[in-house]
């Protein structure tokens, strides 16, 4: 099994900046790959970015490209999203994903068997 805990969630103005955090604990294999998804209020949820972690290639949706950098600490078992420029629109709460398959699709949520419980991102206009 694996365990995720996200942080760093909060409000912040348009414009602002944040960093969540989502530390990985269990059984962690280099080969996972891990991801952020969100879900606004009545939306479902979509993909915000991905990274394999064999080859660390990464992967963003086109709303955040530019904007929101995903990366990872491997001593700590942390991935990060550094999320700038943040607009009202980001709102949503954010999920780190973990996957126990190799090659599966990073961008689709159905890929990933693991989920950490979601932090909240408020952007206000």
């Known amino acids: 099994q694996v365990q995720l805990v996200e942080s760093g969630g909060g409000l912040v103005q348009a414009g602002g900046s944040l960093r969540l955090s989502c530390a990985a604990s269990?059984?962690?294999?280099?080969?996972?790959?891990m991801g952020w998804f969100r879900q606004a209020p009545g939306k479902e949820r979509e993909f915000v970015a991905a990274m394999r972690r064999n080859d660390d290639s990464t992967y963003y949706a086109d709303s955040v490209k530019g904007r929101f950098t995903i990366s990872r600490d491997k001593a700590k078992n942390t991935m990060y999203l550094q999320m700038n420029s943040l607009k009202p629109e980001d709102t949503a709460v954010y999920y780190c994903?973990?996957?126990?398959?190799?090659?599966?699709?990073?961008?689709?949520?159905?890929?990933?068997?693991?989920w950490g419980q979601g932090t909240q991102v408020t952007v206000s206009s």
């Open positions: 269990g059984r962690t294999f280099s080969w996972y790959p």
């Open positions: 994903a973990a996957s126990d398959k190799f090659r599966a699709p990073v961008v689709v949520s159905t890929s990933y068997n693991f």
